[in-house]
């Protein structure tokens, strides 16, 4: 009877060629990424705004293409992304062993969970000032910011996921013999993995929105970031350039969303709970 | 009887946590031999699951002591909850590494035991890619996997197809007399009773106990449609309808 299912399965995949299966997940972006280029086209010709303000497409395209060749803009990309990673690498070490403590005891539960959705809805920009006081105006304050930003969101994923593992699975567990740190080492958090994965997600957006305001607020001058960039060409009225960053800086945060989106689907298929299949 | 595998003395349970304290279940004694077969009849609140639970170990008797002398126990449900990020042989295995079995074993246990549930070729499918059936058939394997003396079902079976259930009736059967465990099966269909029993117990609903006691004294192997098992559920029903109307004569005079 599987053997039968799987066989339904693969045909009605092998169906389609590969290349029209690619075709139909991009044109989708594709559609909307002509509809804003065209309406901003638009835009620019009714000449609403003088050209230094508001450039053509095609001028912040050029200045895009020129951005890879030059060796500063890849300094700053990759001092932008390490603080990303290094900041994100923090968050869900302290956000996955926060939600592990949180959920394994009541008193933290008590003093700790509902501070921690608390925090989830404070804007990490609100820290900055604090921020800054503390640690002055350097890598620690950024890092401190984004860690703030994304840990919650983290442990949170982590603590629902624990909190909504079916119980007949836990009951199967115990009868199986399975106690303390087996039963969350086997069981719970495994159960819980697609749940703390969507809390990744969300915890990775929130981290590249906090770096984004630090590198605008915290302005590091020996080193140069996307977010610094960003401040320069403002400084300079170079709106196409200031653009082109910013399209830099929207691709990156798609790009690592799409990652975490694919990470969720891989995870959630391998239990049968993806909808893909339909 | 021949030496006991379980024995529950003077049970009850009560739940206070809730509006209003209920008794599940008052003054159970129940006494089952190593290698019986027994069933727990009886309609839906009449404590049975709850006495599998305490028997399990999954819940504490308010009252009353259960003595599985040293016997393992294992559990079936009636979903059978494998653990749908491991394979066929991931969920086996687990149960073997939570059971102490070195991993050395582990191959050679998982095709013994997926031959015995006559399943060799799933062992690298997940449950979702199963029939209710092959899960079934799979929690079977697990729960053995622990090699347990005492076999705990509740209700495995209710939620199958009659032709799929009527073929785990045989598998089980056939389990329980090749391994010589000892099989406590709860469930509200009397045909089912009837067809796998050695003994029927007969419990009923507010407060829950046991209200009788039947042996089922039909040679082996059965099947559903046998004539013999057919009067023998005729009798369980009547024994049934017989106490739930003591009770309700009881419920209205008090």
Redesign the interface.
Request: proline fraction near 9%; charge should be positive; charged fraction near 15%.
């Given at each position: 009877?599987?053997a039968l299912?799987?066989k339904a399965v693969t045909e009605s995949e092998s169906y389609r060629p590969r290349t029209r299966r690619l075709w139909d997940r991009v044109w989708p972006g594709l559609l909307a990424l002509v509809l804003v280029i065209g309406a901003w086209q638009l835009l620019y010709w009714s000449a609403w705004k003088p050209d230094y303000v508001l450039p053509s497409p095609a001028e912040v395209g050029a200045d895009l293409v020129g951005f890879l060749g030059t060796a500063k803009f890849w300094l700053a990309l990759g001092n932008t992304l390490t603080r990303a990673v290094i900041g994100f690498g923090l968050a869900l070490l302290i956000g996955t062993a926060l939600g592990v403590a949180v959920s394994a005891s009541k008193v933290l539960r008590a003093a700790i969970g509902s501070a921690l959705t608390g925090l989830q809805t404070m804007p990490s920009i609100a820290w900055f000032p604090f921020a800054i006081l503390i640690f002055g105006l350097g890598e620690e304050a950024i890092t401190f910011v984004v860690v703030l930003g994304a840990a919650p969101s983290i442990a949170n994923g982590l603590i629902s996921g624990i909190d909504e593992v079916p119980p007949?699975?836990l009951?199967?567990a115990?009868?199986?013999?399975?106690r303390g740190a087996?039963l969350y080492r086997?069981?719970i958090l495994?159960?819980a993995?697609p749940t703390y994965v969507a809390g990744l997600k969300q915890g990775w957006a929130f981290a590249w929105r906090s770096l984004m305001a630090g590198e605008l607020l915290v302005i590091i001058a020996s080193k140069p970031s996307l977010g610094v960039q960003l401040q320069y060409f403002r400084e300079f009225a170079n709106a196409s350039s200031l653009i082109a960053t910013m399209v830099v800086v929207l691709a990156l945060g798609m790009i690592f969303d799409a990652l975490f989106s694919k990470l969720a689907e891989s995870v959630r298929k391998?239990?049968?709970?993806s909808a893909s299949r339909l | 009887m021949s030496q006991p595998s379980l024995t529950v003395t003077g049970v009850t349970k009560s739940f206070t946590d809730t509006a209003r304290p209920v008794t599940a279940l008052t003054e159970v004694n129940l006494e089952v031999a190593d290698g019986e077969f027994v069933c727990l009849l009886g309609r839906s609140g009449c404590g049975k699951s709850t006495l599998l639970s305490m028997i399990a170990g999954l819940a504490r008797p308010s009252s009353g002591r259960i003595d599985t002398h040293g016997n393992r126990v294992g559990m079936m449900f009636q979903d059978a909850n494998l653990f749908p990020w491991l394979t066929v042989r991931g969920n086996i295995e687990l149960a073997l590494r939570l059971s102490g079995v070195p991993k050395a074993q582990w191959p050679a246990r998982v095709a013994e035991l997926l031959e015995m549930v006559q399943l060799p070729q799933a062992a690298a499918q997940r449950p979702h890619q199963l029939s209710g059936g092959m899960r079934q058939r799979v929690a079977l394997a697990r729960a053995l996997a622990q090699d347990c003396r005492i076999l705990l079902m509740d209700e495995p079976f209710a939620a199958l197809d009659a032709l799929t259930r009527d073929a785990l009736h045989d598998e089980v059967e056939r389990v329980w007399a090749e391994r010589g465990i000892t099989v406590i099966f709860v469930t509200h269909n009397v045909r089912e009773a009837a067809r796998l029993s050695d003994r029927v117990v007969v419990m009923s609903p507010s407060p829950g106990r046991i209200v009788d006691q039947v042996e089922i004294g039909l040679p082996r192997p059965r099947r559903m449609e046998d004539a013999a098992v057919a009067e023998q559920s005729g009798r369980l029903r009547e024994l049934m309808d017989h106490h739930d109307h003591v009770t309700a004569a009881q419920v209205l005079a008090s």
């Open positions: 009877m599987t299912a799987t007949p699975l009951r199967t115990k009868v199986l013999g399975a087996t086997y069981v495994p159960a993995l391998t239990r049968g709970l | -």
